[in-house]
């Protein structure tokens, strides 16, 4: 099918041109399984953008999803009614969760409440994945279900390993997978399909540099320890009871979540620490970046009054609506004392000493704001897809981290200058403004985050073409199986050479007895000979 | 410099418009440091490209360069003189290697003959990197090169890393770097820089395939234990030394080549096993496969003589230009047999058995006679230009491995059933027939060609374009450091966590000590409390 008249680059450029105008001559049909909440306003882009493509996408969700709308005009969906489940109050649940988690923080550090929060953490985490899990059992279980997703032969299966329940499924089907990840079962991605050194490779949950002191580096190593327990122990347990059940005991749960045909990981390298990575891992991190909007008219009105002193931007994201009252008190008097105007992202008590510069909305066009000229700083909690914004926009970001990967999320901004971060359990109105000061003031902070805004926009292609060229590829082949080591099959002791390195080390130990044993033999010899000479 | 009027992705779009069209607004200054041989027909390639988008391109050559012409339209030279040096006469040096390695190969593995021939090609891998470093020696000692170079304020230096001399000129001009390399000192490019499991990845210099038995393993380890120490020992000492005279020793020339800025790694992963990687490795594997033009008129005359059983190609590379009579007889023998025509690139003796069938060429246009639809197959040494034509054009291979990495190559392919290899030193007519016919019959071979050719060429951008926009971001970015990981510089028993796991250790044992002190004591205390109870 090779014009000759067409020289080979062409050829590409033509194909480029035609991706970009989102057509494609065929049409595929992706069966999707979302994770809910801030994840799924990644995974629906990247929906949109099959669906732009001309694919057809199912999406599966639960009749007691929370952001998954049943309909929608870019995808048909699949409600799995949970029967017994009880649907986990997601707001309440992760506000409560904060406030337990500030309490014992603030109290210091009882050992003894610490470890019987981390009791209480584990158990949540059980309980999600067994509700998660729950919607495998209701799939598999039901056959009619089962033979009109073989019937339509889906192409590929893409999904949010955070709930890897589409993994058993996809198996069930024969149909390849393709990963939309950063965080999988109870870490992050890389952690389950590349090398991760512990010496350089900061394990998730613990807000580490990559350059670490001894001291940090020991912790790095129990972390990862405690990380792999919690993996065997507490995840994998659940949906292996799936898997002998339905698929036996020749495969483990933890061979299928490693054996996706491409992962695209929303990460990119100037947010995360350079590390190995795998063939089969494709870097979309950002992918969710756009150019920004002009502001609603009254929005504009009110980073215009700034005058050239610009405006301080402050969201918390999805998950936490709100502080105790005491931090925002603390935070909305710091903010009063600043000459820029301030806009805030706030749904709880509003504080009594708002300042006459400060705004408070429900909900704001976050990303025409990052890209407004007037912004001076964004003070975020830090989860990705806020930080991604941050740095497409070049916006340096005071960050006030609350949990999950939100600590490590800042930390590793304000290891490249372009962040600074504060103990939320330990802000005062001073610490505050003075931070806020410094990253609005010192033109250090933003040049380090326009430095990295270049870094990331300078790609050859958009990260969600690159997702959506990665997705078409596993259709068009059917997979992608050159590209995946099947190392993770072998068992543990060969994968790390401990039966070579035993069986080398025995060799030596038998050589050296040997070659002793012979020359204590000829010494003996020799001497008895010398002996009766002697005498 | 965003226009709203356009979206991210269109903006992104525009770019590839200009970067296909070949224009560039800026022009950077590339200083490069080829290897001789076959490494320059991919690096002229890499610079021509460079050339194309208006770069200026200053080549460093020696006086004896081989295949680095003084003169050329796309870039300008700079000719080192080796006043010293004896030039390897390459051809001969080659040929009278590879005669030396079929008889004792021929003679049976006799240790001795092997080890003195081992024992050789170590002092000739020596010479070839004491002349290397040569080079870097006469351009550090002339103070007003030096200058001169510094005031041309090189944008990057691009450098095959075979023979790394580059490397020192661009640490001393302070200049980032670029490797074009697969090959680099002593073994495989990743083998310096990525994590390398010896359970799955094959070591240079040992034709195993990735899924390996026990023993397969242990003389994987084995092999790279010997290759980390033809590295410490042979190759590293002849750098080391410059190192330390020029740069003082708190630098090591390991340290300074692993610390290239990009990587473009001439491999693919329909070739190569898949392995983990780096984010500073990109791949181009086949970045020189282009369409092929139509063959000269009396060449396309001889293939069209074929009729429908089509012809066959047959070369054996630009470093050997002749097998030994005996073998070229039983190879002609066997070609005399068949129905195909057959198209041999040879310059030696003439055979005397040669078929009416079978045409020989001292040079043939290898690119377009691959891309012809009436080959069947090709018959080749195993060299990764050839390889990447071959997989690109979908063509099955015969593999006649002759010298270095080419037994290894070959193997790949065969492992994924697209080759069938023989070993060149026990080739008789009917061997040679039966893989031959094998290979053009049996669709089997053609099918998987075919699929890794697809696979290869589905791509988001041609592989040449990759490496032009890498150095292009180097260039632009003064370097690609958040892509790099600077693990390298630490310590050993650091990096591999040795300091951090006795320290464990001895805290457990020093733990089970105590505990046991403990009990034994109180057991002590009990009994003597009890003792005199008794009495």
Avoid at 124 to 132: D, E, F, G, R, T
Avoid at 294 to 310: A, C, I, M, N
Wanted: glycine fraction near 6%.
């Amino acid at each position: 099918h090779l014009n000759p008249k067409f020289s080979c680059r062409q050829l590409f450029f033509l194909k480029l041109v035609l991706h970009f105008s989102n057509k494609v001559s065929w049409s595929g049909k992706v069966l999707v399984f979302p994770v809910d909440g801030s994840h799924w306003v990644n995974m629906n882009l990247m929906i949109q953008g099959l669906h732009n493509r001309g694919h057809e996408v199912t999406v599966v969700r639960t009749d007691s999803s929370w952001y998954v709308k049943e309909t929608a005009p870019h995808y048909t969906s699949l409600t799995i009614a949970l029967p017994e489940a009880i649907a986990i109050e997601k707001e309440d649940f992760f506000v409560t969760f904060l406030m337990k988690m500030l309490a014992i923080k603030k109290a210091g550090s009882s050992p003894v409440a610490f470890l019987s929060f981390y009791w209480e953490m584990l158990g949540a985490l059980s309980k999600i994945h067994q509700q998660a899990s729950m919607v495998g059992v209701q799939m598999l279980e039901n056959k009619t279900l089962m033979q009109k997703l073989r019937e339509t032969k889906y192409d590929v299966v893409l999904i949010d390993p955070g709930l890897p329940v589409g993994v058993l499924v996809a198996h069930e089907l024969g149909v390849p997978t393709v990963y939309n990840v950063r965080w999988i079962t109870s870490g992050e991605g890389h952690f389950v399909v590349a090398p991760s050194p512990t010496s350089y490779v900061p394990t998730s949950g613990v807000a580490l540099p990559d350059k670490m002191t001894f001291w940090q580096r020991l912790q790095n190593t129990l972390h990862y320890g405690l990380n792999t327990c919690i993996d065997k122990f507490v995840v994998a347990p659940v949906y292996d009871r799936l898997v002998e059940k339905y698929f036996g005991s020749d495969i483990s749960f933890y061979h299928m979540l490693q054996g996706a045909d491409i992962w695209l990981m929303r990460v990119d390298f100037v947010f995360e620490f350079p590390r190995p990575t795998m063939p089969n891992i494709v870097y979309i991190g950002g992918f969710q970046c756009k150019p920004s909007s002009p502001l609603p008219p009254e929005l504009e009105d009110f980073v215009q009054s700034s005058g050239d002193h610009g405006f301080i931007l402050m969201s918390l994201g999805t998950l936490v609506k709100a502080l105790p009252k005491e931090i925002t008190s603390k935070i909305a008097a710091a903010f009063a004392q600043l000459p820029q105007k301030v806009i805030w992202r706030h749904a709880g008590e509003k504080p009594d000493n708002l300042g006459n510069n400060t705004l408070l909305l429900k909900w704001l066009p976050q990303n025409d704001l990052l890209g407004h000229p007037k912004i001076k700083a964004f003070v975020a909690h830090g989860g990705t897809n806020g930080i991604y914004e941050s740095i497409y926009h070049g916006v340096p970001i005071v960050g006030v981290p609350l949990l999950f990967d939100q600590p490590e999320n800042v930390l590793r901004l304000e290891v490249r200058g372009a962040a600074k971060v504060l103990d939320v359990t330990h802000i005062t109105t001073e610490s505050f403004l003075g931070t806020v000061k410094e990253v609005v003031r010192n033109p250090f902070y933003r040049n380090n985050m326009k430095r990295l805004s270049s870094l990331h926009r300078d790609k050859p292609m958009h990260p969600l073409d690159t997702a959506l060229f990665w997705i078409e590829f596993v259709m068009r082949h059917k997979g992608a199986a050159h590209l995946r080591t099947e190392s993770y099959k072998m068992p543990w002791y060969s994968y790390y050479s401990v039966d070579v390195v035993s069986f080398l080390i025995a060799v030596v130990l038998l050589s050296m007895w040997i070659f002793f044993a012979v020359v204590r033999f000829l010494c003996c010899r020799i001497i008895r000979k010398r002996k009766p000479k002697q005498e």
